[in-house]
């Protein structure tokens, strides 16, 4: 019977129940906890199938593997979610991503100054910020585009997106760089540990995806900014005349979008242990999917950092799973799309304003029998 | 069930009663998951009468009429057409009854015309497609009848509140309706706009159109009225006719007791001029070179309360807009406590104590995806923020406090802000904003939609804050509400001050000066 209240107040509800336990609305209701946490079944189904059909699926290691492909998505899911909580979208993250492990590459290689003479060989921790402050700096274009000069979000970052892919083409020529392992001589080793090396067994890259999880959860949860990042997705006229810096906070999740994008390609490129100007195409995609699977309102305000990690994990563990039992490829990209919108199927049932009562017995009975009173 | 004598229906002795009864709701109840918003009521709509339907905020008034006009379906009882029981599945079904409805909150599509607006979803076809000629020369027609002569080709999102609310009455009377509902139609309205609807009312009346009407303007309702009935909590506490009743009768039902507004603050003493307003302009948004406040210059005490008193279209949103940081003057300046803050960002001026009250709840006041709680805090965030992180607990404790404050009917604020009765969600607005324990506040209309009781509350609240300290500028289009709150009341015409009063005005010199 909580169906209506349901509609309106589930999600946040969930989003604040970490808060404020009482808050949470009372009452268990299959079908309402089937449909919230859809993506947590999902996966457990995939998972349960998976193991079932291939005898590799289900093992410490193979889990490992695909979490650190998760990983990838993953990191671009999550700055894309603070860009669609704001009402915004980010095309631009594949790009970006793309660009940041040029940016690496390139830098990895030596910077060479003809002016000089020299030769300068970044150490990695270098490499790391100035990679991060390239992705901040294609984050800022998008967010000032956004906020300022009110292009709409979803034009503004499919420039960005060209633009992106297009220095990352130019600065390499079209060509692949290959040899990123550093020179102990020049004091830049190191790259590795990025991604492609394990700490306590587990993949770095895995590693920095939970941090980076973990402090924008904590930042939704905890702080004004995260508040502030809801208020503007829900209204950014009330949230404004309520004192959020509404444009800043536009600018902000860009950015952060952009930083996530660079770390991505950083872990990525370490993985490959190359860095190609093509990375990351079509990755941008695979991010929305993530959000919008993790339940995310497109039209902005809706969403959390957990389902969007469950809709990260729901399609890297789907897509590695079709991969390890032999599907072909192109049944795999028929599978991704369904799953995609019948996620946002279950989304529109959540989110529908004034969902219509399921006839139940007393109302339809009604006229019937109490007619003559 | 106390109420039994004066509810207890009569429906087999029409005799006293001249129209017959064409729409009735039989035992109705209607539950929202733990919410009993009705309670098996029964409610009688007679034919070419007004029937007025008062009571409370979250009374369950727009409950009901959502049932009768299809938008939602009860839990349990029925809804008796003609006689003949029936039931709506949807407001296209109830349409087709020959049943509209207002709503409350407005449904115009804001990105279209008015034209579309008003015959959205039942274009009138045309050998070609649409035939929008004849809908712009019926939207014409419409907007003539109404006496607001708007463009069919405006877009929504371009009027002003009261325009759109014109609008959507008009997107009503444009069905020929045998039941038209209206809840709250008047809620943006100033007093000659209200006539002109009462006019068009009683002219469907003689037409034998029955109308269902829900005022928190007790006084204005009683002047069209032919039946009055009273919800409280959801179940119907009483009902008479309109001979014999009066103001007093509806507001003991409503509320239990009688009270009234009161009177301005007295026995403090006022401060330096904490907000002044130099010499403002306000460009027009769609005519640039027109301004829709006109060198314009207020100021207001610490302690005082001045009541801007207006017809719609005065300018005083736009002033109070331009005074809070939303519009940008095009000539003058603000002062706050002698500093020109013309240039700070709305945020900024928050941080300094000036808040504004937006007059549109829905667009300018409220986030509907969050929820009772997170609107009531959104814009004191830094009370409970430590460091960097917020604190639920004392969040908590700022939330627990406005709902006490203005009075929210809701239970501790996690639900979502859409469950909420129009009034509560218009007490929420109010409540956020006095929250930041502002030094000026800025009200815009802000009774819209709240209950007699609520309105007291908002009152005493606004001359408790006056006597230590606060200043206040408090716009309305109502008069009673000047005389009951405001020390001095400035009338404001075509984006200028027309006239100035002290406390002991008279409502006739108000209206005089405001050019009714
Ligand atoms: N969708 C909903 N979910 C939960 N509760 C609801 C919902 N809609 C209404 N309610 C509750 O039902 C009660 C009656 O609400 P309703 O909107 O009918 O009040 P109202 O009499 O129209 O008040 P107002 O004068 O403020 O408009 C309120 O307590 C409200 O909180
Ligand atoms: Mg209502």
Redesign the interface.
């Known amino acids: 019977?909580?169906d209506?209240?349901?509609?309106?107040?589930s999600?946040?509800?969930a989003r604040?129940s970490s808060?404020?336990a009482?808050?949470?609305?009372g009452?268990f209701d299959l079908g309402r906890m089937l449909l919230e946490g859809r993506a947590f079944f999902a996966l457990i189904a995939i998972i349960i199938i998976f193991s079932i059909l291939s005898p590799v699926y289900f093992s410490t290691n193979n889990f490992l593997t695909m979490s650190s492909h998760v990983a990838i998505f993953g990191l671009l899911s999550i700055g894309m979610l603070l860009v669609i909580l704001t009402g915004g979208i980010d095309l631009s993250v594949g790009s970006t991503m793309g660009l940041a492990g040029v940016i690496a590459g390139f830098l990895m290689q030596g910077v060479s100054l003809d002016m000089f003479g020299v030769t300068l060989y970044p150490p990695v921790w270098a490499v790391v910020i100035l990679t991060c402050v390239a992705g901040a700096f294609v984050g800022m274009i998008n967010g000032v585009l956004v906020s300022i000069f009110r292009v709409p979000a979803f034009v503004a970052t499919l420039g960005t997106l060209y633009v992106a892919r297009g220095v990352a083409l130019l600065m390499t020529d079209g060509l692949t760089y290959n040899n990123l392992g550093g020179n102990p001589e020049f004091g830049n080793t190191g790259f590795d540990w990025l991604g492609f090396n394990r700490l306590f067994g587990v993949p770095v890259g895995v590693l920095i995806f939970a941090a980076v999880a973990i402090a924008c959860m904590f930042a939704l949860n905890?702080?004004?900014f995260g508040?502030?990042v809801?208020?503007t997705?829900?209204?950014a006229?009330?949230?404004?005349?309520?004192?959020?810096?509404v444009k800043r906070v536009q600018v902000w999740v860009y950015v952060l979008s952009g930083v996530c994008a660079a770390i991505a390609g950083l872990v990525l490129s370490s993985q490959l242990t190359s860095a190609g100007p093509t990375a990351g195409t079509t990755y941008e995609l695979t991010a929305i999917a993530g959000v919008v699977i993790g339940g995310a309102?497109l039209t902005?305000?809706?969403g959390n950092v957990r389902g969007t990690l469950l809709g990260a994990f729901v399609i890297g563990f789907l897509s590695d799973g079709l991969v390890i039992i032999g599907v072909s490829s192109y049944w795999q990209t028929v599978f991704m799309g369904a799953v995609i919108v019948l996620a946002v199927l279950l989304n529109s049932i959540q989110y529908k304003?004034?969902k219509?009562?399921a006839?139940d017995a007393?109302?339809k009975k009604?006229?019937?029998s109490?007619?003559a009173? | 069930m106390n109420s039994e004598e004066s509810v207890m229906d009569r429906p087999a002795s029409p005799s006293r009663e001249t129209g017959e009864v064409v729409l009735s709701a039989r035992n109705v109840a209607k539950s929202f998951g733990s919410v009993h918003a009705l309670k098996s009521v029964n409610f009688d709509i007679r034919r070419g009468q007004v029937t007025t339907l008062f009571g409370e905020n979250g009374a369950g008034k727009s409950t009901l009429m959502k049932i009768l006009s299809g938008v939602i379906q009860p839990s349990a009882g029925e809804i008796v057409l003609d006689g003949r029981p029936v039931s709506f599945d949807s407001t296209v079904d109830a349409q087709r009854h020959g049943i509209s409805i207002i709503h409350q909150e407005l449904s115009l599509a804001p990105n279209m015309t008015v034209r579309d607006n008003i015959f959205m979803g039942r274009e009138l076809g045309g050998p070609g497609g649409v035939n929008y000629a004849e809908e712009a020369r019926e939207t014409e027609r419409l907007m003539a009848e109404l006496d607001e002569p708007i463009d069919p080709l405006t877009l929504v999102e371009d009027l002003r509140l009261g325009q759109q609310q014109i609008v959507e009455i008009a997107r009503a009377l444009s069905v020929d309706s045998r039941i038209l509902i209206m809840d709250e139609p008047t809620s943006a309205l100033s007093a000659s706009e209200v006539e002109v609807l009462f006019r068009v009312i009683a002219d469907l009346k003689g037409r034998g159109v029955s109308i269902v009407y829900i005022s928190h303007h007790l006084e204005e309702a009683l002047t069209i009225t032919d039946h009055a009935v009273v919800l409280r909590d959801g179940a119907m506490t009483a009902r008479a006719e309109r001979s014999e009743i009066d103001l007093e009768w509806i507001v003991r039902h409503m509320v239990g007791d009688n009270f009234d507004l009161g009177s301005p603050p007295t026995g403090h003493t006022m401060g330096e001029v904490a907000l002044s307003l130099d010499n403002i302009s306000v460009a027009d948004v769609a005519v640039p070179e027109r301004s829709v406040v006109d060198r314009l210059s207020l100021s207001v005490r610490a302690g005082e309360i001045v009541c801007i008193y207006g017809l719609m279209g005065a300018g005083r949103t736009e002033l109070l807009e331009c005074a809070a940081g939303r519009v940008t003057a095009s000539d003058g300046h603000v002062m706050l406590e002698g500093e020109d803050i013309s240039r700070l960002s709305i945020a900024e001026r928050i941080e300094r104590g000036l808040v504004l009250v937006p007059e549109d709840r829905q667009r300018d006041g409220l986030v509907q995806t969050m929820t009772v709680g997170e609107n009531l805090s959104l814009a004191s965030i830094k009370a409970f923020t430590r460091g960097l992180l917020t604190s639920g607990r004392r969040e908590q404790g700022v939330v627990d406090d406005s709902i006490r404050n203005v009075h929210i009917k809701t239970d501790g604020g996690g639900a979502g802000i859409g469950s909420l009765s129009g009034g509560n969600q218009q007490k929420v607005v109010i409540g956020k904003m006095l929250a930041t324990h502002p030094r000026v506040v800025l009200l815009d209309e802000p009774s819209r939609g709240i209950d007699i009781g609520a309105k007291a509350e908002v009152f005493r609240l606004l001359a408790e804050g006056a006597s230590k300290g606060l200043a206040v500028i408090y716009s309305t289009s109502e008069v009673g509400e000047c005389l009951s709150v405001a020390h001095r009341i400035v009338v404001m015409s075509r984006g200028r001050i027309s006239a100035e009063f002290g406390a002991d005005v008279t409502r006739e010199e108000i209206m005089a000066a405001s050019g009714e």
């Open positions: 019977m909580s209506v209240q349901g509609n309106a107040s999600d946040t509800a604040s808060r404020s009482p808050r949470r609305a009452g905890r702080t004004p508040r502030w809801y208020a997705g829900g209204n006229r009330a949230a404004e005349l309520s004192g959020v810096p309102a902005g305000g809706r304003p004034r219509k009562r006839p007393g109302e009604a006229p019937a109490s007619g009173a």
